[in-house]
């Protein structure tokens, strides 16, 4: 879709060439009302620095120092060798942005409310970590490595410095911006960081997400590790963690030095017949490495009892001096740095990942020092001493055992009837969680969480289905993984995720015709949601069908209101349908919801450009390029409108702006006639 002027003849649209199919990180999503009660005490903390290491997806029995002796992460094992490592220790879920909320709060999911990957925030009264030493004079900094941490979770709070930025790749449905960066860039942004430290104390958080899918290690531990790409992964990541190590050695003494590095969660490697995390709550994705080493840490310690993310926040406010927020889960791990009990034998799992994205059952668990319970439609337990790899399910056999463990979890999560609100997670997101192997469902804004449904485990069959037809490492045709995913669909026909993917491959197909009858099936079946009203909206615009279009829009800002994506579609039908002031009323709205909104700005110096506005439209387009760069469009509107002003020089700094980005697949007339316009402007 384009406007109809300029110097080329035919001005392009950015609002159509950029972001027709945009899915925009939600800004106006909706908070949970509950708030930590109490704050840390404002007693003086000891100056010490702190350097937070969290590696994604990251197995404890595939680290050398836990003992596997078939890689080498001599720098972990360093870390290891001189502070104490947990054996024993474990994530509270096995999905990163509750995990680390867990971590930074010392509360359980239940109590700080994030809950998933996407559709839950931090909410910004919560104490963390970091909070708290900000608020003690130290300078604070984070560097994560994939956009499921990206500041729109809320775990920002508290930094200064929270660079989540991470390397664009190109548009598409196979190839999404912003989902991830290597090890080795975050590590170079942090030590950039480190650089410019010279007086007061730091605490640092740096995440590598290497160890996550997709499994592909850079040269050479592509090579060394060639039939075990998730090991080259982490062999890779401790590398890379190595110079952050040395750079901190360098910057700060050791007895002015805590460090901890630890995972989020593990990985299943087709355990119980998972390949990923999120679905179940099995050791395979539950248990963590778990290191920390400085000043009241004794070197060389192992310890043997149970450990738990929610106390990382406890552990160093005691070694600092400190005290936690009141009413928080976890508990100092300090005392077994003495050879005491700390009280942690009793930790809180669960995953909402199956219902949320497959309509399944929602999984909680009891883990203890010997035993897991799961709460499930079919109720698990296992004695971890005598069978780790929970095979052997005793709910028979040990009932009384069973009782008891669920009364705890009762009295941690409650009677098990709850009922939870999402914001709507737009598409470039779910593609973006997509990309990184993660089954993005089409989530519906409530759920209510009962224990009830299918049982995971009756669906493992599914599971399969989708790791062939549909994981990130799958080879099969294109028609194939269709004709899985449609007999998947039989099987478990109230799955969300099957409707996204079947639909998806259709459109990667070259079939928008069977995409859009598998979304309105989805709709005919109850799965009601903005985003598969705008997927559908999509595919009618490019049929040239705009009026029916719009209304599917219509539709879908009705169901998600703060879907910033869907309205510069439904602006940019309106601007091609020549309805001008609903486009400029839909745009003003966005930039009400996101004032960054790079697309809306460009949106309305289009319409400017219509009305022929030159010089509103040259204020629009200014803002949009100070927002984004890359937004090609939008430099070559503006190298027109400053030539028809007689400005050359930005003309053509303009102009070779775009040229600089522009690729010849999507830009190929546009680029000669370009560079002919900056013959003239030598």
Known sequence: MQSNTSLFGRLPNAVACACLFAAVVLCGCKRSATSSESTASARPLRPLNVLLVTIDTLRADRLRCYGYPEIETPNIDRIAQNGALFENAVAQTPLTPPSHA????????????????????????????ATILQQQGWDTAAFVSAAVLTRVAGLNQGFTVYDDRMPKSGPGLDVIADAERPAGQTVDHALRWLETQSGRPFFLWVHVFDPHLPYKPPAPFSHRYKDRPYDGEIAYADHELGRLFDAVSKKSPADRTLIAVLSDHGESLGDHGEYTHGVFVYDSTLRIPFIMSGPGIPAGLRVKRQARTVDLLPTVMELMGGRPPASIHGVSLTPFFA?????????????????????????????????????????ELYDLLEDPGETNNLIQSHAAEAQKLKAELRAIAGEGREKIETSTVDQRTLEQLRSLGYLSGVSQPTFELKGEGVDPKD???ILKIIEEADGPR????????????????????????LYYSLGRNCEKAGRPAEAIGVYQTAIRNGFESGWLRSRIGDFLVRSGRKTEAISEYERAIRLDPSDTGTQTNLATAYVESGRLEDAER?????IKIDETNAAAYNGLGVIAIQRRDGAAALRYFERTVQLNPDLLEAQLNL?????????????RASFESFLAKASPAQYGETIPQVREELKTLQ
């Open 102 to 129: 867990s971590m930074f709060t010392g509360l359980y999911p239940t109590a700080h409310h994030v809950r998933g990957n996407g559709g839950f925030i931090l909410k910004p009264s919560t104490t963390t970590l």
């Open 339 to 379: 050879g005491k009990d700390a009280g942690t034998d009793i930790s809180y799992a669960e995953t909402l990942y199956p219902k949320i994205n497959m309509g399944w059952a929602e999984l909680r668990a009891i883990r203890t020092n010997r035993w897991k319970y799961i709460l499930a439609p079919k109720q």
């Open 459 to 461: 669906r493992v069959g």
């Open 474 to 497: 799958s080879q099969l045709p294109i028609a194939r993984r269709i004709e899985l995913l449609r007999e998947a669909l039989k099987q478990d026909p109230t799955n969300p995720t």
């Open 586 to 590: 839909v745009f003003q709205g966005i």
């Open 639 to 651: 190298g027109i409108l400053y030539k028809m002003a007689g400005d050359r020089a930005r003309a």
